[in-house]
């Protein structure tokens, strides 16, 4: 088979070439039919299911766009082996993230029978005040993230924990999931040990300070912004109510879990080996067997009665508790049905549906990059470019529109990197504009779509439905936004100096 080759400008032809794809050239129709089935069937798994349409029914509408696209293919004369190297791409690039769910489940599940759970819970009960709340969620949030330069880490530690004080605090989980997913997206953004924040302007030939330095300009108004709309929910949301809840909770936790301040050792386990970049896998299973190796020495009763089984030898039952809770969840059991709700967590089996959702997405997102599909759609952004604020604007809006076709955030910083690389040369504009946008609206926008990986796994870990949350995650909905303004504006969008501008032979001009 022929390989494809654009008849518009040198970069698409470039970005094909690159590309090495097989077959006839798709049409801008080809490139939008499958986009027109997803979001129609998508939709209408939403208005039916609402927040379960996540648990089977967005996958049957993502399998049957996987079919719709490859049917595309096949018809553009692109071989099927193709397509199947597009999956395996798509696949092999998550492939992490989806080990590092299944230690997610792992990890909550031990530290929920262990009592580490429990003891954030409480600590944090005492020591945070309801006015304040879910600024200080926020804060605490973006501080840890920054520190340990991953926001899935936060969230899979941290992040469980202040949900469980948002339920004891009487506080909205789905705000609460809102202000974390803030916090840790702010750390995570402008730490340097962040992949994200280090995949952004390697794309873009940036150094790495530089394009730090850069997303301030965006990421300091957005930030502000909300932490003021979170301190004014607080404030206006907390009553007297809380606290009377708040200390019952208190009560009731203290009298069937060992509470302690070693009870966070495993917490800590983690945090020091986020900051030693051990992959993230091995750290969470870490935190996870750690959390087993607590419950073991510190909560015998409680795993004897999660256990339940009289016929077994008494030593080898915190073995066997351990094990399930990890596989399955621990399930609670105290006087109080809410806080069974609570501190019943975890377990891989309840990850496996989160990742059937992105297998599934990544599988579609493979088959349209595979049968030149995806790249079709960038390139027709391209050709409506004519200006500064229309190159910003376009970059962004390619980037979230990769993020949901592609299902994954990695896809939606890299493609569009190398597809605008040239664009931005061409036209004067200093590269770190360009890995401002894509971080701005590649990494930012990854966890609000609900079969993205970032989406599938803050839904998995933090327990509450994407589309539920969303409208929460402030910072992530106005950073975007801002950029947009920005590059209308011209506001901090700088220029190559004359005596760095490229020509086309890849020399400087004096």
């Known amino acids: 088979m022929p390989t494809i080759h654009s008849k518009c400008d040198p970069l698409s032809r470039e970005a094909n070439k690159s590309s090495n794809l097989e077959g006839d050239l798709p049409s801008l129709l080809d490139a939008l039919i499958p986009i027109f089935f997803l979001a129609s069937l998508l939709a209408m798994m939403v208005y039916s299911y609402g927040d379960d349409a996540s648990s089977g029914p967005n ?29 395996t791409r798509s696949i092999k690039q998550a492939i992490e993230a989806v080990f590092v769910l299944l230690a997610v489940g792992a990890l909550i599940g ?51 924990g202040l949900m469980g004080i948002a339920y004891g605090m009487g ?26 924040t280090n995949l952004a302007p390697g794309v873009s030939g940036v150094n790495l300070f530089t394009h730090i330095r850069h997303m301030l300009w965006t990421t ?13 929910i607080s404030y206006f949301t907390a009553t007297t109510g809380d606290i009377s809840f708040r200390n019952n909770s208190i009560q009731v936790i203290s009298a069937n879990y060992h509470i302690a301040w070693y009870q966070l050792f495993p917490l800590f386990i983690v945090l020091v080996m986020a900051v030693k970049k051990i992959p993230a896998f091995l750290t969470i299973m870490t935190g996870a067997l750690v959390g087993g190796v607590f419950a073991a020495i510190f909560q015998p009763e409680q795993i004897t009665q999660f256990v339940n089984r009289a016929d077994l030898n008494p030593i080898i039952i915190p073995f066997i508790g351990v094990l399930q809770s990890m596989a399955d969840g621990y399930v609670a059991n105290t006087s109080n049905a809410e806080l069974n709700d609570l501190l019943s967590r975890g377990g891989v089996k309840s990850m496996l549906t ?36 229309s190159l910003i604007t376009s970059t962004i ?31 004067g504009i200093e590269a770190k504009n360009l890995s401002r946008a894509l971080e701005d609206s590649g990494t930012l926008t990854s966890p609000l779509i609900p079969w993205n990986t970032c989406g599938a796994y803050v839904s998995g870990t933090l327990g509450i439905a994407t589309l539920a949350y969303l409208p ?18 011209g506001f901090t969008i700088t220029k190559i100096k004359p005596t760095e501008k490229i020509i086309e032979n890849n020399k400087y001009e004096e």
């Open 110 to 160: 031990s530290w929920a029978m262990s009592g580490t759970i429990a003891s954030i819970v409480v600590y944090g009960l005492e020591f945070l005040n309801p006015a304040w709340f879910y600024p200080s969620v926020v804060i605490l949030c973006g501080l840890t993230s920054a520190s340990i330069g991953s926001s899935w880490s936060t969230m899979g530690t941290i992040g469980v």
């Open 59 to 87: 996958q049957i509408a993502l399998t049957i766009c996987c079919l719709i696209a490859a049917a595309i293919g096949l018809k553009n004369h692109v071989p099927w082996s193709a397509m199947v190297n597009g999956i």
């Open 472 to 489: 929460y995650c402030f910072f992530n909905l106005i950073n975007p936004i801002i950029s947009i303004i920005y590059g209308i504006t």
């Open 397 to 427: 809006i390619t980037c979230i529109g990769t993020n949901v076709i592609a299902s994954d955030q990695y896809m939606a910083i890299v493609l569009p990197g190398h597809m605008f690389q040239l664009e931005y040369k061409k036209r």
């Open 220 to 232: 300091v108004p957005s930030i502000l912004i909300t932490l003021l709309i979170f301190t004014a």
């Open 171 to 196: 506080a909205s989980p789905e705000i609460t999931a809102g202000a974390i997913i803030c916090g840790s997206y702010f750390g995570d953004k402008l730490s340097p040990l962040s992949d994200t």
């Open 354 to 389: 989160v990742i059937w959702l992105i297998l599934i997405a990544l599988t579609f997102g493979g088959i349209m990059e595979g049968a030149g599909l995806l790249q079709k759609l960038v390139e027709a952004i391209l050709r409506t470019v004519r200006g500064t604020s």
